[in-house]
């Protein structure tokens, strides 16, 4: 047994040996420079371009081999396990950061270039070539949105207090299996029901701004019944059986004690859902249409979305194309913030309105 007066004086029998501060950056600095110098090489001896993604790859092959092998000469295995596992960690977020940023930067470097005063207040009626703009898209995208949200957000949230709060049979067992399947139901097939469903009332080939949002609806709805049915379950039972020992209702219950404790959450997952199908084209084609005037009637004619807008612009490319590309790129940018907007609202919202847990 090793005695205690073996040990070196100011060292722990439990503390071992560290890399110093840094030297996990310094051994990447070292990989990136190595695996750019072998490819800076090799594309100046074939008179090929530098191939960026492969010097990426060995690099980050290096590093890991690297640090590995450093690590466990200096500090053990165990910790040199750790630090691997970091590495790939890091590595699976940089990889899944590429396409995001790649994608980004994209839509900004090609949408910038028709971002302009013309773009936000004009539409694309007697336009055939250059000018133009998207107001009527956006209209058209803002308005079937807010629609499919009125339609969509009382359906789900109610079916979800019903399935949390009462359900306790097969009914409830019934409703929760045909909200997972709506879940997976392809956006096209949503367009075809909401067409189909006004076809039959109004006659063959009627395309309506509600029918549009009927179908974003249809996307919409198992979407918020999951998330709030989520945000509920998660509301302690004690908080309801207090409010019960007052005599409270069960129904005042849910909407003064439930509801606002869990209020964060759901609209989390209403914005979530508005993101989700605000970007859909299949069924807004199908249902809605596309048109090139301003129509600010949901029940009356065609009307034109922000991703319809898109496909058209680039499947119909007249003279000059660049024209037509330059708005596709242009709308797809104002989706995204659009998107980017409802998102920052959602983290407002779950900020702002979660029930404070301090004194």
């Known amino acids: 047994m090793t005695s205690l007066s073996h040990v070196a004086p100011g060292r722990s029998l439990l503390a071992g040996n560290k890399l110093p501060r840094g030297s996990a950056w310094a051994i990447l600095g070292v990989s990136v420079l190595l695996s750019a110098g072998l490819f800076a090489l090799l594309a100046s001896a074939d008179g090929v371009s530098f191939n960026l993604p492969g010097a990426a790859v060995v690099a980050a092959l290096v590093y890991l081999v690297a640090i590995w092998g450093i690590s466990a000469a200096v500090e053990g295995r165990r910790q040199a396990a750790d630090r691997l596992i970091t590495g790939l960690v890091a590595g699976a977020f940089v990889l899944a950061m590429v396409p995001l940023i790649s994608v980004a930067g994209t839509v900004i470097g090609n949408g910038l270039a028709r971002l302009d005063i ?14 133009g703009g998207a107001l009527h898209a956006m209209v058209g995208t803002l308005m079937i949105t807010l629609a499919a949200s009125v339609i ?71 979407v918020v019944v999951r998330s709030s049915e989520e945000m509920l379950r998660l509301v302690p039972n004690e908080l309801r059986e207090a409010a019960y020992a007052l005599g409270v209702p069960k129904w005042l219950t849910i909407v003064k004690v439930v509801l606002p404790t869990s209020i964060a959450g759901i609209t989390t997952g209403v914005m979530l859902a508005i993101s989700r199908v605000i970007g859909e084209t299949a069924p807004l084609l199908i249902a809605a249409g596309f048109t090139a005037n301003m129509n600010y009637n949901l029940f009356a004619d065609r009307m034109q979305s922000l991703p ?47 029930p404070k847990t301090g004194r």
């Open 308 to 354: 319809v807008y898109v496909y058209t612009q680039y499947a119909n490319q007249g003279n000059p194309a660049q024209a037509f590309l330059d708005r596709a790129w242009a709308a797809a940018l104002v989706l995204i913030l659009i998107v980017m907007i409802l998102n920052l609202a959602a983290r407002l919202v779950a900020k702002f309105f979660a």
């Open 152 to 222: 969509s957000i009382p359906l789900g949230l109610l079916t979800a207090i019903y399935l949390v709060e009462y359900g306790k049979g097969k009914l409830a067992k019934v409703i929760t299996f045909l909200v997972d399947v709506m879940t997976g139901i392809p956006s096209i097939v949503a367009g075809l029901f909401a067409y189909a469903l006004f076809a039959i009332i109004f006659g063959p080939g009627i395309r309506l701004g509600i029918s549009g949002a009927v179908a974003l609806a249809v996307l919409m709805t198992p």
């Open 118 to 131: 013309d773009f936000f207040s004009m539409s694309m009626r007697n336009v055939t070539g250059e000018g």
